[in-house]
């Protein structure tokens, strides 16, 4: 099993910035490529970014390239997404995700509000 906690989110004007933390734990989590999805209200859940731990594969889709960035800290066994220049469309709950490009295990979200 694998455990993973969100944290970060909240409200932020548009243009503004977020940087969400998800900690794992739990057996052979290392092993897995890490990602980040949303879901935004009536809408299905879409990838964001994926890193590996080894930092040999990172990905971002094309909405949220140069302006979202996906990193990790080993040490912490935490891996982050640092979100600029947020837009309303960007407003979401965030889901962390162990595994790539199916995940095999999902934290339980962290709301993200852009305002206008």
């Known amino acids: 099993q694998v455990q993973l906690v969100e944290s970060g989110g909240g409200l932020v004007q548009a243009g503004g910035s977020l940087r969400l933390s998800c900690a794992a734990s739990?057996?052979?989590?290392?092993?897995?490529?890490m990602d980040w999805f949303r879901q935004a209200p009536g809408k299905e859940r879409e990838f964001v970014a994926a890193i590996r731990w080894s930092g040999s594969m990172i990905l971002y889709a094309a909405s949220v390239k140069g302006r979202f960035t996906i990193s990790k800290d080993n040490a912490k066994n935490t891996v982050y997404l640092q979100m600029n220049s947020l837009k309303p469309e960007d407003t979401a709950v965030y889901y962390c995700?162990?595994?790539?490009?199916?995940?095999?295990?999902w934290g339980q979200g962290t709301q993200v509000t852009v305002s206008s």
């Open positions: 739990g057996r052979a989590f290392s092993s897995y490529a």
């Open positions: 995700a162990a595994g790539y490009p199916r995940p095999d295990y």
